[in-house]
């Protein structure tokens, strides 16, 4: 039974890798367009370009690129590129991790990263969040399970977003700590020295960034718009991207904010998951403090808070151990249910819906002034709620994809859902024993 439960699970995995691969288009726009340009002007011209976006993510998509163009479907197979980083970001997890946890619990992981986190929606394209998140990811648990290379892929995951560097410092911080080896901290000065070395080999100035003219939005009614650079009050910036309806953590990773130290030192690990936990929070919390500050803290009409991806992986992990190891009591139950509901949800509309509620109501770049901000605050026209306002017209590779993310989410549910069912019963329907 258990081996056959471990295949069901195994095989919902990886169908639901190809099922985002096959049914949903993949795409180059927004940030993702600029990054393939610039790629390919490397490639073709063998000078790198000097725009703003990173070239150490892109340039391991060469390899793809060069088949695309092989066989005249470049662009499509660029696309694909962090679908391919997430499914090794999962064999790595899985690798490190299947003989250091209990194997259900760090299946029920990779299924909810898979159905029921942002990264389902993220990998359909080809934006830089999903390479740092992923190589940060592995690295940490590289740190963690005393592997080679873990501060190797840290450094090039965060050079990859330079203003990660602020995340890598509070998870470098956290390492030392909890082992008291101040030397961790020299990976911060060599993600640090990538950076500028990029910087001068494309622009011929460490500190040039690319970003020194027109790093400003759009004018709105919202009263600190329209400014340059980290502008944006962080008191706001952190209320907007912890609870706003459009972008706010607390609706699309909702386990991010549950407690789970107990549970963990409870759990039998050879892994210290404790300080997996902990280093991932350390990063998070480091995006959290400066995307809080920076004018486009929205990330624009992407769906949901796009810089705040890596928040996905303390989240899911949450959620696991939370689903095979129950509290005695009924409300912390309660709200490992909600939470898993939730995030089973934010899985499938990211794969099915996307940005559907940016188009009719103006919320891409170039709406009116009031627009934009009903699509951050307004919980009618978040990107979650959206498709029972107004429903769309679901072609047969949406259906598909919503019927099987629903089906692989109620098998994930379950377990949680039994729990706080039983719990309910228990306190609904008296024993015998406790009448006599």
């Known amino acids: 039974m258990v081996k056959r439960i471990a ?15 096959v049914l949903r288009p993949h795409g180059l726009w927004g940030d993702g367009g600029g990054r393939h340009e610039n790629l390919t002007e490397l490639l073709t011209t063998g000078e790198a370009p000097d725009g703003k976006y990173s070239l150490i993510g892109p340039i391991f998509s060469a390899p793809l690129w060069l088949a695309g163009q092989l066989l005249n479907a470049r662009e499509a197979w660029v696309a694909h590129y962090n679908g391919v980083v997430f499914a090794l970001g999962l064999l790595a997890f899985y690798w490190m991790l299947r003989d250091r946890m209990p194997r259900e619990v760090l299946r029920t992981f990779l299924l909810l990263l898979v159905f029921a986190s942002m990264f389902a929606k993220h990998v359909t394209l080809y934006y830089g969040e999903v390479f740092t998140a992923v190589l940060v990811a ?51 000065f060599a993600a640090a020295a ?23 939005g759009h004018r709105s009614v919202m009263p600190y718009s329209g400014l340059p650079g980290f ?73 949901g808070p796009r810089y705040l991806l890596f928040a996905s992986l303390p989240a899911c992990l949450v959620l696991a151990v939370r689903i095979h190891r129950p509290y005695d009591t009924l409300l912390p139950n309660v709200l ?22 940016a188009t009719p109501t103006g919320c891409l770049v170039g709406g009116t002034m009031y627009e934009p901000p009903l699509c951050y ?30 089906t692989a989410g109620a098998y994930v549910l379950a377990r949680p859902a039994l729990v706080v069912f039983r719990q309910l019963y228990d306190r609904l329907v008296p024993s015998p024993r406790r009448i006599h």
């Open 231 to 303: 502008s944006y009050p962080l008191f706001f910036g952190l209320l907007s991207l912890l609870l706003s309806f459009g972008k706010g953590l607390v609706f699309f990773a909702p386990g991010f904010f549950l407690p789970v130290r107990e549970r963990l030192k409870e759990l039998r690990a050879d892994a210290d998951l404790g300080a997996l936990h902990g280093m991932w929070m350390a990063f998070t919390v480091g995006l959290l403090l400066l995307y809080a500050n920076y004018w486009a803290w929205t990330g624009a009409h992407f769906w």
């Open 194 to 216: 990538l950076v500028l070395a990029e910087a001068w080999i494309r622009r011929g100035n460490p500190f040039l960034t690319g970003y020194e003219s027109g790093n400003q």
């Open 336 to 357: 490992t249910l909600a939470a898993v509901a939730l995030s089973v949800w934010v899985g499938v509309n990211g794969v099915v819906f996307g940005d559907s509620a």
């Open 7 to 21: 295949r069901l699970e195994i095989g919902l995995i990886l169908a639901g890798l190809i099922a985002i691969a």
């Open 138 to 188: 592995v690295g940490t648990l590289a740190v963690v399970t005393e592997r080679r290379g873990g501060w190797a892929a840290i450094v090039i995951g965060v050079a990859n977003t330079p203003a990660s560097l602020v995340g890598m410092g509070f998870l470098a911080l956290r390492r030392v700590w909890d082992t008291r080896r101040a030397w961790c901290l020299l990976a911060i």
């Open 377 to 406: 605050y307004t919980p009618e026209f978040s990107a979650l709620w959206y498709p029972f306002v107004e429903p769309p017209v679901l072609d047969t590779a949406q259906v598909v994809s919503l019927v099987f993310g629903l």
